[in-house]
């Protein structure tokens, strides 16, 4: 409803972003009506300010002022935060800092800019809403006086921060268990540290999401969603399945802007295959027993082709039976097609396998144990 004043212009305000009114308004009581119109706030997206109080924004303010009146003459605006402490007025002279153009024979589009940073906001900020307060004068010089409504507002948003995820250990087995850790930080504006910045403090019980991106591809999919620890903290485990990329991603909330993690790389182990074979079988007492054996590599990570592994320090390890452990007989260095052979004396019933420890490129295998009775 649009009450009349005496010797005032009549005001309204539109309730959506960029609406327009149906036809043209009547007058009433024979004063011009005024309008705002579509009132923006840094081009309609949110607002998102750090810790750094020397960190200025610029943002651009718009606003539509419909008009029977011919034109706006003065215009002054403001932002004021919906729900905090946030106050600011836009750039330029006191009283008139905002330019206005006539776009038609019934509207003005008033512009202006405002410049603040964090230091502006305190914590109650967050989450709430940008109102754009203007008010002025009209040619007629009927003046106005309006301030957007919620439907028109901008959020204020901290920026947070995810630190680089960690995925251990590093190289990892095809198939194992890695550990993932990071954490999620917001600025504390209420809170300053010594070298004149706000803290970041850890952002408790926020679901981050966990993503992968093996390599060669150019996409990142989602793992599993974790929680935040009350200190922010993130961890998690995930299966090694490909190497790739690890990082975390935070969509935001209410009150703080989204963030993505730095990546931590992780590459997998080769696969590796041993084989045992030790003959003759059944052996008399401390005659020679020759044992053979084969050491192979997968040639992809996918583990689906083999090839040798050549001149590799493999282990001989034999248990006797009954005994739960093996022992370390001697060590062997495969040949160029990774392929094993060595003579030992039998001694004693049991199993005898090869050993692999790994290396900085393939994993760590033992070959099945080969019975071999021994006879007197």
């Known amino acids: 409803m649009v009450n009349a ?14 609406a327009l009114f149906a036809g043209t308004p009547a007058q009433a009581d024979g004063h011009p009506l005024y309008f705002l119109i ?27 002022v419909w008009d029977q009146s011919g034109g706006v003459d003065i215009a002054d605006g403001m932002l004021k935060g919906r ?12 009283g008139d800092n905002m330019e206005c153009v006539q776009a038609s024979s019934e509207s003005s589009i008033c512009t202006g800019t405002a410049t603040f940073g964090s230091s502006d906001m305190s914590n109650p900020d967050a989450g709430g809403t940008i109102m754009v307060d203007i008010s002025g004068f009209a040619r007629d010089a ?21 630190t680089t995820a960690d995925a251990t250990p590093e190289p990892s087995r095809k198939g194992g268990t890695l550990t993932v850790t990071g954490k999620l930080t917001q600025p504390d504006w209420n809170y300053y540290e010594a070298d004149g910045t706000q803290a970041m403090v850890g952002y408790a019980g926020q679901q981050v999401v966990l993503q992968f991106r093996k390599t060669g591809s150019a996409n990142f999919s989602t793992v599993k969603t974790v929680r935040t620890a009350s200190d922010g903290t993130l961890r998690t485990t995930a299966a090694a399945t490909w190497p790739g990329e690890w990082r975390w ?22 696969v590796a295959r041993l084989t045992a074979n ?53 060590t062997v260095r495969a040949d160029a097609k990774g392929n094993l052979k060595t003579v030992v004396k039998a001694t004693a019933t049991g199993y005898w396998r090869w ?22």
């Not at 729900?83 to 006191?94: A, E, M, R």
């Open 5 to 18: 004043r005496s010797g005032a212009a009549l005001l309204g305000i539109g309730a959506l972003t960029g």
């Open 38 to 64: 579509d009132p923006m706030v840094n081009n309609g997206r949110p607002v998102v300010l750090g810790n750094d109080p020397k960190v200025k924004i610029t943002v651009p303010v718009r606003a539509e």
């Open 83 to 94: 729900g905090g402490y946030f106050f600011q007025f836009l750039n330029g002279p006191s």
């Open 142 to 162: 009927a003046q106005f006086h309006r301030i957007s409504e919620p439907a028109d507002e901008v959020a204020i948003l901290k920026q947070t921060r995810l």
């Open 249 to 270: 991603s935070f969509a935001g909330s209410a009150s703080a802007a989204g963030s993505t993690s730095g990546m931590d790389a992780v590459t997998l182990y080769k």
């Open 278 to 330: 030790a003959a003759p079988e059944p052996v008399r007492k401390n005659r020679n027993l020759t044992v053979t054996g084969r050491l192979t590599r997968a040639t992809t990570d996918a583990a689906t082709t083999f090839t040798g592994y050549g001149s590799q320090s493999v282990r001989l390890q034999f248990r006797k039976t009954g005994s739960g452990r093996y022992k370390t007989v001697k």
């Open 355 to 376: 050993v692999f420890a790994g290396s900085a490129t393939v994993a760590p295998v033992s070959a099945a144990g080969d019975h071999v009775k021994v006879t007197k």
